[in-house]
């Protein structure tokens, strides 16, 4: 199966053969699906993507769509057999396509492989030649294809540039002229497009016809624009009017609409964005990462540094957004750190452990990996606190705390970390710092049971978000305030259940778009499943519910919820011991509470010995954001059916 969006969208069998797949709304799906680039987009999402004003029976209509192009992408799939391309995957839906087979993947992967490889420029020009117009030519009117279609549109105008400077570079080029001066005259504003025209003619042997063209770039740039042209454009005319051979032109890896920007730049926009959330949390995470490949490339190692260290804004979860591209950061750290050798200034090894740590989220790494990033945090803050840098000591201090979850029951050294944290962003004007401190402060009191000193903390991190622009501060503390409404909904005058459900519903919905998906998924039903825990009631089990990476432990209680306990018996067999994360003591009680109904000595006695150390700690509490009761519960449950003391020692 091939789809093609850049131009209408179609479908085509692997013979080359034609799919229909119906009418406009169905190809709109489908695009939204390609769009996402494999990852499950929300019911809600497609439905106020494809709707702006929903209709009542949208939804239905939408599982009519999918169903419709389910049968039209696999035709021969026997009934009752799981679709493989277009998936339900928790609440919503995803495309299951290999890159190779959506030309859209394909000319991004190519147009990437060439910003690293000049010797991929042909496969560069491949793909640029597919391209049969404005990408989802055919979907109108939708915002999010407006969206997509103006980001692809700058990559391929980007990637006509870079072949065309990849092959003069090469020596080649001369032929290029004709569709230069097309490009230059459709997009008159691009300094670069000028710039690589009069190179072609230069290398064509039409020295006059070069210096015209750069003539006619500057009264263009004046009279359009008011703007003298840049240092390049300049540099070349120079060449050309004392006859010199120009020199090649620098190969910029990323570039905003008309304006190069070099790394440094890139990863200083990045940083700013990063605190706006949403799709700029998302942009900037791409962006930083385009802007270390980039200083890479030059060869510079200390550049190179001062990139990556660049980036330092702070993280709050232990669970990375994107983890493949965090460990390609990490590796990045790993090369430079490699390459500036033993003697570099200290300031850069401390920014680059830091970024190590930093980038290393304890939920996503073997045990190995999580020894070498806890040291690169200890080291850095080591390095940071001789230097006396109290921008670079914050940073460290960011990464020893997310490596500080190394066991359940360490809320206080979390604290603590968390107050200096505080003292330090104050004292030094760091503001972004000093709302991680809050947060970290809250979470720490959440963890504790002192509901009262984490409120504090909550309405302090909301001031410092109203003047710091940090838009998804707002998002946590509305999810610790539904997590304080659960804790009161056990007591006498309490907010009902159904009121918390209500609460948790809102917070996840602020959180859905906030560009977190290492923090969004499956925190929903989990803390659903704490509030019937509190309640005493069974684990809900709508299959619409996506428990995300805490499906090994919460599996147990949802199949005896649904009376089928020999099934519940495997999977607490099968389930991990959890990872040292925010969530630890939350899955390890759950683990305590599965042992205990099912009577599986086992199991109980793991969850007694990981969770004796967090005995005055509640359970799920060290995220803010939901909780289950009191570990002290749970622990009873686990030593009961280990056969042990309830006071046995830890």
Known sequence: MRIDVLGPVRARRDDGGPVALGGPRHREV?????AAEGRMVTTDTLVTDLWPDPPVRAVGALRTFVAALRRALEPDRPPRTPPR????????????????????????????????????????????????????????GAPWARRERARLEELRLEGIELRARLLLASGDGADLVADLGAHAAEHPWREPAWELLARALHRAGRRADALATLRRARTTLADRLGLDPGPGL?????????????????????????????????????????????????????????????????????????????????AVWTRADDPEQSRALVAAAERTLAGLGPDAPAALRARLLAAIAVESRSADLTAPER?????????????????ADPALLAHALNGVFLHSFTRPGRAADRDATGAE?????????????????RLVRLQSASALGDLDAAAVHADAADRLAATAEAPLVPVLTGWFRARAAADRSTAPGGPTAADVAARYRAAEDALRTSGMPGLHRGLFPLALLGLRLLHDRPAPTDPRLDWGPYHPWTRPLVLLAQNRPDEARTALTAAPDPPPDHLQEALWSLT??????LADRTAAARAATALR???????????????????ARYLREAEEYAGEEAGAPG
């Open 30 to 34: 489908l695009a939204r699906l390609v």
């Open 85 to 140: 391309l277009l998936v339900t995957e928790g609440p919503g839906y995803a495309l299951r396509l290999p890159s190779a087979d959506v030309d859209a993947h394909r000319f991004q992967d190519a147009l990437d492989r060439a910003r690293r490889d000049p010797g991929a420029v042909t496969g560069l020009g491949t793909e640029l030649a597919a391209w049969r117009g404005a990408a989802y030519a055919d979907v109108t």
């Open 234 to 314: 300049r540099r070349l005319e120079t060449d050309l009017l004392h006859d010199a051979a120009p020199a090649e032109g620098a190969h910029t890896a990323w570039t905003a609409p008309g304006v190069p920007l070099g790394p440094r730049t890139t990863v200083a926009l990045a940083r700013t964005l990063a605190l706006a959330g949403g799709d700029a949390l998302v942009r900037s995470r791409r962006d930083r990462l385009a802007a270390v490949r980039a200083a890479e490339r030059t060869g510079d190692p200390a550049l190179t540094a001062r990139v990556i260290g660049a980036y330092d804004v702070p």
């Open 371 to 387: 020894d070498h990033a806890r040291r690169a945090a200890h080291r850095a803050e080591e390095l940071a606190r001789s230097l």
């Open 421 to 437: 944290l505080l003292d330090l962003a104050t004292r030094h004007d760091l503001p972004a710092f000093a709302v991680l401190g």
């Open 592 to 597: 305590a509470h599965a042992a205990a109904r």
């Open 613 to 631: 150390a967090a005995r005055t700690e509640h359970a799920g509490a060290a995220t803010g954001m939901l909780t289950l009761g009191p570990v």
